[in-house]
């Protein structure tokens, strides 16, 4: 992966649209986010510096997507590559890891601000997946496989987490037949609904031989890779990524403790909503919110829409090959968003060399609004919560898919009807959970931008934003009590 490396040439298969004609509407929308800039003028500064350099070195204006990336999300990424830098000297990590693909991004900005300071903390970047992590270690636990494959996500089906398990398309209908559940393989399910499936499967052994054969095959060369990386040598070091659930973390350190057991493996986060059961808390940490606190941040967030955007433009990690007396890994088709990305990636480089020139002796920002996640949350609000239609048109239609085999791509905000939107209130979806309404719920990774595209007026869509943030505090709420 080389750094700030421009690679849209050849990549045609993004489904985010990167050119727009700007209308009043989208020009009074980034003048709002520059309005809330005013706090930082020191940002600001080098935000409007980067219009203009951007204007000189391609000879055109910066596409509204890119300023609209610039102006809400580079900022909080910056943010959030300062808080990684401070963690790590404070906790005296010599290494950090920065994962594929969520941490590419944050990992260009921290490398830039790391060789500036001149510090000695070395910043890498690691090819990993869940998939390439998990299915290997699933050898070391072949009982607890089946409880992993069977969790929740957008549109899972019984075929979807099957093949989680690294099953090919013959090995799950084969499983799926000797269960019953040939007819219904690409039902819908809730969540209700996928743990009734895993109580099925959990003691399936034709599964479990499948996941066996699979898990058993990978793990050499999984922990192989990680061993030439490094990560079995010490624990001066740590993992950074997007975050969420700390599953891949989880699936890290059980590989690495196969080799060395005395090693744990710490982990930076943006921001995390739980942690794997029975794994030590203290060596999870997160910068905007965490499992028991951060409900307000927690219902502006998107954190589906946050991963398509800070993503890099390669394809998953799958598996791992030896060649040339080398661990590689082997990744699939690139990511569909790729020209988005790559066109963000250079935007963000001439943010960052003019951000690092004014840079302060402490940090590139100086400002407490920056540091302390207070400005990251209103941009959130603005940009995921409370979208208008130039977010929606510059990102809705980034392809999205939760699935652990990068699977089944959707668009971030989904085209749903407004019965769809509807079913989504927390009344509703209650009934339809329990059975006493009927009806399938269709998720969108980014519930916000679906209400916007259904085109209502300004007073139903702002009543459904209201509806969705209610939904959210509840379910958040319910996770911090339980934690």
């Known amino acids: 992966m080389n750094d700030f490396n421009e690679k849209g040439a050849g990549h045609n298969m993004c489904q985010a649209p990167l050119l727009h004609q700007e209308t009043e509407s989208d020009r009074a929308r980034i003048e709002e986010y520059r309005k809330v800039l005013e706090c930082v003028p020191n940002i600001l500064k080098c935000m409007d510096d980067s219009f203009d350099e951007y204007r000189k070195i391609k000879g055109k204006e910066m596409p509204l997507a890119t300023k609209l990336y610039l102006l809400a999300i580079a900022i909080p990424l910056v943010s959030y590559a300062e808080w990684v830098l401070k963690e790590a000297k404070r906790d005296g990590k010599e290494r950090l890891y920065f994962l594929s693909r969520d941490g590419y991004q944050i990992y260009l900005i921290a490398k830039k601000i790391a060789e500036k300071r001149k510090t000695d903390i070395e910043c890498r970047y690691l090819n990993v997946s869940r998939l390439s992590m998990r299915l290997p270690s699933y050898c070391l636990d072949i009982d607890k496989s ?103 973390q989880e699936s890290i350190d059980i590989l690495v403790k196969s080799v060395n057991p005395d090693i744990n493996v710490t982990g930076y986060y943006f921001g995390l909503y739980d942690t794997p059961k029975g794994m030590d808390d203290e060596y999870y940490k997160a910068y905007y919110f965490m499992p028991k606190r951060g409900l307000k941040r927690k219902s502006t967030f998107s954190n589906s829409l946050f991963e398509a955007i800070v993503s890099s433009d390669e394809g998953m990690t ?49 400002e407490s609004e920056l540091t302390d996640g207070s400005l990251c949350e209103t941009l959130f609000r603005m940009f995921m919560a409370e979208p208008t239609e130039t977010e929606v048109k510059c990102y809705g239609d980034m392809l999205f898919s939760d699935d652990v085999s990068d699977a089944a791509f959707k668009k971030a905000a989904a085209e749903l009807s407004w019965e769809d939107i509807k079913n989504q209130r927390f009344l509703n979806k209650f009934c339809i959970v329990t059975g006493i309404k009927k009806a399938v719920i269709h998720e969108s990774s980014w519930i916000e931008g679906s209400v916007v595209r259904a085109g209502k007026s300004h007073k139903e869509t702002k009543k459904e934003f209201k509806h969705i943030r209610n939904y959210k505090r509840f379910v958040f709420a319910r996770k911090q009590l339980l934690n």
């Open 318 to 366: 799958l598996e791992y090959e030896q060649k040339d007396g080398n661990y590689v890994p082997k990744t699939g088709v690139s990511n569909p968003n790729a020209l988005t990305i790559d066109e963000n990636a250079g935007a963000l480089k001439i943010f960052i060399d003019l951000l690092i020139k004014t840079e302060s002796p402490k940090e590139v920002t100086g």
């Open 146 to 248: 089946v409880e992993s494959i069977c969790v929740g996500g957008i549109d899972v089906t019984p075929f979807k987490i099957l093949r989680r398990g690294g099953l090919s398309e013959k090995e799950c209908e084969e499983v799926l037949s000797e269960s019953g559940l040939s007819e219904g393989k690409a039902n819908i399910l809730n969540y209700n609904e996928v743990m009734g499936l895993r109580e099925k499967l959990k003691d399936n052994d034709k599964l479990k031989q499948f996941i066996l054969s699979h898990s058993k095959a990978a793990f050499d060369t999984a922990t192989g890779y990680l061993k030439q990386e490094g990560l079995c040598r010490d624990s001066k070091f740590a993992i950074v990524d997007s975050g969420w659930i700390g599953t891949l």
